[in-house]
């Protein structure tokens, strides 16, 4: 049996879940997320915690339970709490600026990149160097600091670019290194 699925999931205050027609929808103060529950999984809700099972005891349904479950916790967490990534820009003259609900990157490309946030995410600049990306759904919040990364990903050998706040950037030597100098 999946360890994670049989745990409940306690729902906050302010935060309701309706289960019909195949679907969960969680809303809370910070918006509403749906999602289509798969055939093998049954979700109830018992005094302000939420349960989920499998239809019969099968490998491949048990491994669902532990999936629909942490789905729909994130769900939880999101429009109770919200979700944040944070990204750094590291280079000389890498900048970012706040241009309305848009953000401006200067990375060294001969043009500045224009970001435009996805439905339901909000960005910030904090300072000049930092991106705080923020929403209610993990898989979006995801998604955008991906993309703003893929921008300008950081070098293998000077480590310059757009990284994760806290990621490890491995250096790779250069040439002088490889002659044995």
């Avoid at 750094?88 to 970001?115: I, K, M, N, P, T």
């Avoid at 990903?153 to 670019?161: A, E, I, T, V």
């Amino acid at each position: 049996m999946s360890r994670i699925g049989k745990k409940p999931i306690p729902l906050p205050t302010g935060v309701r879940i309706e289960i019909a027609l195949g679907q969960v929808e969680v809303t809370g103060p910070r918006g509403t997320l749906a999602m289509p529950l798969h055939s093998a999984i049954q979700v109830r809700q018992e005094d302000g915690t939420v349960l989920v099972s499998p239809v019969s005891d099968n490998r491949e349904q048990q491994a669902l339970q532990g999936l629909m479950r942490t789905l729909i916790a994130n769900m939880v967490v999101g429009v109770s709490q919200g979700f944040q990534k944070s990204l750094e820009l590291v280079g000389v003259g890498y900048r970012a600026q706040q241009s309305g609900q848009d953000v401006v990157l200067q990375v060294g490309h001969s043009h500045q990149d224009v970001v435009r946030p996805l439905s339901g995410i909000t960005l910030q600049v904090e300072g000049t160097n930092r991106v705080n990306v923020r929403g209610a759904d993990k898989q979006v919040v995801g998604e955008m600091a991906a993309q703003i990364r893929r921008i300008r990903p950081p070098n293998r050998y000077s480590g310059k670019g757009v990284r994760y706040v806290g990621e490890l950037v491995r250096l790779k030597p250069g040439k002088a290194a490889a002659k044995g100098r």
